[in-house]
């Protein structure tokens, strides 16, 4: 029987390592914010919201979020208003088609299996998106699937995800995302 040489060793070693501890040789996912999905114009625009938007009174019925926004809505009908397109943009970022990435979010199901275990949803920003008017616009929206299905038992529980996310328009009754990913790993989310 041939001696194995230590370079060898360390290889198996690694290989029953990686197979026993479920690690992916094949990836390693790069942690995002959710505004690496927003393309540089979009996130201008966020960030310097036009006048009309500031005049709105702290308390005032105006004031909760989905009557500012509808009210924003009715104020600019111009095409020109940056704002108003980025609220609702599918514009998505090119270089993130095909990276594998890290990105915590909530969970809006879409879809389940037999045991009540999601395998289609949206992975979105902040609690209530897509549930309460208006959503986030759809380059801040996740369409994820999830062939083994995950037990979601509390929808206020934000969630890790990893997988490769791609740059491709889905639309269905609940919301509208411009990008996709298949769910490689899922966990509660916890302070990195």
Known sequence: ??????????????????????????????RINWVDLLPEKDLKALENPPDYI??????????????????????????????QRALVSTDIVESM???????????????????QEVTEFFLVPYFGACIHLPPPPPNQIIYV??????????????????GTITTSFTENNVAQSAYSMTAETVELYTEE
């Open 1 to 30: 029987m041939p001696k194995l040489t230590a370079a060898l060793t360390r290889q198996i070693v690694f290989l029953i390592l990686f197979v026993f501890s479920g690690l992916s040789l094949a990836e390693d996912y790069q």
């Open 54 to 83: 500031n005049e709105i009174e702290d308390g005032s019925p105006e004031d909760n979020l989905s009557n500012k926004m509808l009210n924003a809505l009715e104020q600019s009908t111009a095409p020109d208003d940056a704002y």
């Open 97 to 115: 088609d095909g990276k594998a990435i890290r990105l915590p979010g909530f969970i809006v199901p879409v879809e389940m299996n037999d045991k």
């Open 145 to 162: 699937t999830s062939q083994q299905g995950i037990m979601v038992e509390d929808i206020y529980n934000a969630y890790w995800l990893e």
